[in-house]
């Protein structure tokens, strides 16, 4: 039975290493395999799901205003199983439409992405992939104290912040995942 999962982490918790690690697996067994990304991070090229040791793949890419469901419907062979990078940039009406990508053409749909922003708070499509998901899964990473890290603090210059747009795209130069009680010190 298809169903839509959200699995969530830190920055640098192997969320993208683990989608393609979940490609490879399919694409092994001869099935086929859509994955999507946000076209807002181009940090490794436009298209593409790469992660911090090198590995990547081809990507279609979506927007706030893209209709997934519509994306997918126009196919001419239709995927076993869709993957999306970057969740956390979907929108609401994403999410729906990827939940009726699951329910009416009963392909398996799997979201991975951050849970909230550099200042604790929900991204948009986070809170609704966390609200409707059939199963909500943690990617775990440690913090530099050794706890789970639940926090992207953000850096700028190599100071800690929280000030500034919801949306920086950046890597290790820009955020550094936390347990809360470290971020805490940190921000100050």
């Known amino acids: 039975m298809a169903k839509l999962y959200f699995r969530y ?60 469901y519509k994306m997918i419907e ?47 708070e929900l991204f948009e499509g986070s809170q609704y992939l966390l609200a409707i998901s059939d199963k909500i899964e943690e990617i775990k990473t440690i913090c530099e104290c050794g706890r789970k890290a639940t926090y992207n603090l953000r850096m700028i210059n190599g100071k800690p912040t929280i000030q500034g747009e919801q949306v920086l795209i950046g890597g290790n130069e820009s955020y550094i995942a936390m347990c809360r009680k470290c971020y805490k010190l940190k921000i100050k």
């Open 9 to 68: 982490g830190t920055m640098g918790s192997g969320k993208s290493i683990d989608l393609l690690k979940v490609a490879y697996n399919y694409k092994e067994r001869g099935q086929k395999v859509f994955l999507l990304t946000a076209g807002i991070d181009d940090r490794y090229g436009k298209s593409k799901i790469t992660t911090r040791i090198g590995i990547s793949e081809e990507a279609r890419t979506f927007d706030k205003d893209t209709n997934l």
């Open 74 to 120: 126009n196919l001419e062979e239709k995927p076993d199983c869709i993957l999306v990078d970057e969740a956390q940039f979907l929108s609401k009406d994403n999410v729906k439409q990827l939940s009726d990508v699951v329910d009416f053409f009963l392909i398996p749909v799997i979201c991975y992405g951050l849970r909230t922003d550099f200042k604790g």
